[in-house]
């Protein structure tokens, strides 16, 4: 079977891009899972948004430390099984950290979603430890497991992935909205990539208007973030998953501009 992971989708541009790989289809996949955590104007998701998102045909939504950026996100937790926040929050907080969507071909995938906890802000636990967790509730309920792993450092995530490599299928990298050219097969089967990239604005800084930022490193002077506007891009990658082992048989890493 194949699974599409698409990377933060950003802004109203990001969105825009995902209708357009709907239309097409989104590469003959199976099942399609996005990270979600940028959707609304770079920030979180409002309840609209996310019902925008539901119409594209995604089966599954993960997050990051952009979680709880629109206060709507705690009933959209709360009332939909197709999104999930990351696993390893601490305290008592709305919404689950895995979930089980099912592909076109009727095989059960389990969803983790993960935060790092180097250079990242969070109020997370340690992302191992949990993913031993999560793993065990996982395995017997579903054929394959794929995880998402929102962090900062490619050192967490290279390590994270070589931990679950032979008990999960898939480990892909989200948060930096830089994709990475590391998509490969490990050496027990688990398809890998360090970041999947940035679904959103194509000339922007990360997602926003370049000349704020640039402004914003000169002077040390605030001033707020906006959303770029303009041309597309999409990132995500395509595994292609042998759901009897569970081992990952391909990897393809797609960018495309708008
Ligand atoms: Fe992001
Ligand atoms: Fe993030």
């Not at 099912?102 to 802000?121: A, D, F, R, T």
């Not at 995880?147 to 679950?164: I, N, P, Q, R």
């Not at 989200?174 to 194509?202: E, F, K, R």
Request: hydrophobic share 40%; glycine share 12%.
């Amino acid at each position: 079977m194949k699974l599409l992971m698409i990377g933060d989708v950003f802004g109203r541009v990001g969105r825009d891009m995902l209708f357009e790989q709907a239309e097409c289809g989104f590469f003959g996949a199976d099942a399609v899972i996005a990270n979600a955590e940028n959707a609304a104007h770079g920030r979180g998701v409002t309840k609209s948004v996310f019902d925008e998102l539901c119409r594209t045909g995604i089966d599954g939504f993960t997050l990051g430390n952009h979680v709880w950026d629109c206060p709507d996100i705690q009933s959209i937790l709360k009332y939909n099984d197709n999104i999930i926040r990351p696993y390893n929050f601490e305290g008592n907080v709305p919404g689950s950290g895995t979930m089980i969507i099912k592909s076109k071909s009727g095989v059960h995938i389990g969803v983790i979603n993960l935060m790092g906890c180097v250079n990242i802000p969070n109020h997370s636990a340690n992302p191992f430890l949990a993913a031993d967790k999560a793993v065990s509730y996982l395995k017997s309920r579903c054929d394959i497991i794929a995880v998402d792993f929102h962090a900062e450092a490619t050192s967490e995530k290279a390590a994270l992935g070589y931990y679950l490599d032979g008990r999960v299928s898939v480990v892909a990298g989200t948060h930096t909205h830089v994709q990475t050219a590391d998509n490969q097969i490990l050496p027990s089967g688990t398809g890998y990539i360090s970041d999947l990239g940035m679904t959103g604005p194509n000339i922007s800084v990360i997602g926003m208007e370049k000349n704020t930022v640039i402004y914003r490193f000169i002077t040390g002077i605030p001033k707020r973030y906006e959303p770029a506007t303009g041309k597309g891009q999409f990132c995500a990658v395509l595994f292609t998953i042998d759901e009897t082992s569970g081992k990952t048989i391909d990897t393809e890493r797609i960018f495309i501009k708008g």
